[in-house]
């Protein structure tokens, strides 16, 4: 083998400029997932304006579009794809929106999920990872007030990456791997994701009760062409 792949749909080269950002992008597939069961449980997203507040480089934003009636997608820093930049958390409450959905910073989640749920008046949508729901603070500070109306754990692993979009099982180079002389590996996660729903107001009543639900795998079937193209500045 000559070198390194360096096809753009199996490597991204860090920024280190982004290190300080807590970025690790969603797989649009997951998306479609979290949307699929909202179809299923009754709600109807095509006329809904939709905030995006944690847009990153649109992975979450493109499979929201193909969907919803309107996205307003926004986040703290730059990435190069044209979002509106702004701090979500700073300053007087967001004006009112239909739906949100995001994927936060993991230490500062339990914020953004108050900010949403007070503007936002159908639902609220947060992949978070599934460990999100430990934790004695966060209880006191956000599920002990305002727990989640159902949780949706994925049964199979959502494969993400600091800094960088890969399909699960695909190969890239690693150059952080021995010692710095780099290496390949196949794309994949030890962390477990889940999303979790608020459905304030005259939402349509959940077709059961235990509040939690598994999301089948599903990866293979919502993945279409482009998903994993580089987007912005990586």
Same mark, same amino acid.
Do not use: K
């Given at each position: ?64 579009? &193909? ?49 949403? +749920? ?25 599920? =002990?007030?305002?727990?989640? =109306?159902? +949780? ?7 494969? +993400? ?27 994949? =996660? ?24 598994? +999301? ?12 994993? &193209? ?5």
């Amino acid at each position: 083998m000559s070198g390194p792949n360096r096809s753009s749909a199996v490597m991204q080269q860090r920024n280190p400029a982004l290190d300080a950002f807590d970025d690790f992008p969603t797989p649009m597939w997951a998306t479609r997932d979290c949307l699929e069961w909202l179809r299923r449980a009754g709600h109807d997203l095509s006329d809904a304006v939709v905030r995006e507040p944690c847009a990153n480089r649109g992975f979450m934003v493109v499979p929201l579009e &193909e969907v919803c009636g309107s996205v307003v997608a926004s986040d703290i820093f730059d990435y190069g794809v044209g979002y509106d930049v702004d701090d979500y958390l700073f300053g007087s409450l967001p004006s009112l929106v239909d739906w949100t959905f995001i994927n936060p910073p993991f230490v500062l989640a339990a914020e953004f999920v108050h900010r949403a +749920i007070v503007s936002s008046h159908q639902g609220v949508a947060v992949f978070c990872r599934s460990a999100f729901t430990e934790g004695g603070e966060r209880y006191h500070e956000l599920f =002990s007030v305002s727990p989640p =109306s159902v +949780i949706l754990q994925f049964s199979e692993r959502v494969v +993400i990456h600091r800094s960088a979009m890969r399909r699960a099982g695909d190969r890239y180079w690693d150059q952080s791997a021995n010692e710095g002389e780099g290496r390949y590996r196949n794309a994949a =996660s030890a962390t477990a994701y889940c999303w979790m729903l608020w459905l304030p107001g005259d939402a349509p009543a959940l077709p059961w009760r235990s509040g939690f639900d598994w +999301i089948p795998p599903s990866r293979e079937r919502l993945e279409r062409p482009g998903d994993y &193209e580089v987007r912005g500045n990586v």
